[in-house]
């Protein structure tokens, strides 16, 4: 079974990316034959950003990974802008992409609302490069959030056209998506996807938030005038903080529900508020000294590399092949 996730390196990563995201690929590092994690540099350089800046966030995901657990000698971890087949792969991969799919894309059409300044070709084609990312790596499994479904279903469809078009060649993969805590909700407005760039930082718990700030976040998290400690359809804010409690401590979510009977809404918070600390603790405590040593840093994601691309020029070879491009392979 391969595994491949893609991560940007933009913002503070917070608990919907570790929930959503990084718990899976810590789990699926060992499933994983292997399992294939990229932060994605590439991907970030579609919006307004800036140069150095990138570089900072690219080291602070790369530590937060690691301190989340995974372990480059059970894994590769790896940056994208290292290994150019991904970049070739997209472009051969949009011989066979539909112009009116990437119009479809909700992504697309979210972020380049919020574009003052331009919105770029590279953000329309981004799902391209998405889709090369984890092609190159005939992945099986792809562990993401409920905002990345679309891009996964694309993702097949390139595949399936492509081999269609030009013989079986790639795999098509599939996601995984958790079955709770797949779209972390803002606390402050809970009818929303929490989000690195969209809402005030009172609405997102950071990976490496105090604990202080954490209290403080669940503290205020927006509820209903309801009295109910229960998921409902009516109840956005209580329904999100069930499901990361559940998240947190392993308990299911009707017994939470069954735990809480009676019981009101400041206790409820303060109890998820206790989880959470507890549950981002170790991430915070390890990842000081491994963001200080940027050389270690490079080490890993240039070993990470060198594995990576060993298996993308495999497939990008195949892909040439078979798309009559480049020089003929030897008969
Ligand atoms: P990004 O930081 O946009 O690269 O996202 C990294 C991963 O986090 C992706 O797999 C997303 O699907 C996931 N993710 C982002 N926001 C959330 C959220 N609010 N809840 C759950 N997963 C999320
Ligand atoms: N687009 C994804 C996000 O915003 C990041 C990503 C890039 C990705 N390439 C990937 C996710 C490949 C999974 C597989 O979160």
């Known amino acids: 079974m391969r595994i491949f996730s893609g991560i940007q390196p933009t913002g503070r990563k917070h608990l919907g990316n570790y929930i959503g995201a990084i718990r899976q690929y810590v789990e699926g590092q060992d499933r994983g034959d ?17 140069p150095k800046e990138l570089r900072e966030r690219l080291y602070d995901t790369t530590a937060i990974l690691l301190a989340a657990g995974l372990d480059p000698a059970r894994c590769i971890l790896f940056r994208q802008s290292d290994v150019h087949e991904h970049t070739e792969l997209a472009w051969l991969l949009g011989a066979v992409c539909a112009h009116g799919d990437l119009n479809r894309m909700h992504q697309f059409k979210d972020k380049s609302a919020t574009q003052r300044e331009l919105v770029s070709a590279g953000l329309f084609f981004y799902p391209v490069l998405q889709a090369a990312d984890v092609l190159a790596y005939r992945a099986d499994e792809v562990p993401v959030g409920e905002d990345q479904r679309q891009h996964i279903e694309l993702m097949r469809e390139i595949a399936r056209r492509f081999n269609e078009r030009f013989g079986e060649t790639l795999v098509v993969p599939d996601h995984r998506i958790p079955e709770i805590g797949a779209k ?10 929490m989000s690195t760039t969209v809402g005030a930082d009172s609405g997102r718990v950071y ?16 509820t209903d005038s309801g009295r109910e400690i229960r998921r409902g359809e009516d109840k956005a804010g209580i329904t999100n903080l069930i499901g990361i409690l559940s998240v947190a401590t392993g308990v299911p979510e009707a017994q939470i529900e069954a735990d809480f009977e009676g019981k009101g809404y400041g206790d409820f918070k303060k109890a998820v508020a206790d989880a959470v600390v507890e549950f981002l603790a170790p991430v915070r ?8 040593d940027e050389g270690a840093l490079e080490l890993v994601l240039s070993n990470g590399a060198d594995r990576a691309r060993e298996i993308a020029s495999r497939t990008l ?15």
Request: glycine share 4%.
């Open 34 to 50: 292997p399992a294939v994690f990229c932060i994605v540099d590439l991907h970030a350089i579609t919006v307004a950003y800036d």
């Open 184 to 193: 972390v909700m803002d606390l402050q407005e809970p009818e929303r996807k």
């Open 207 to 222: 990976v490496l938030d105090e604990e202080k700030a954490i209290r403080k976040k669940f503290g205020s998290a927006v």
């Open 285 to 292: 405590e390890a990842y000081p000294e491994i963001r200080a």
């Open 317 to 331: 070879e195949d892909v040439r092949t078979a798309m009559g491009v480049g020089v003929p392979p030897a008969r």
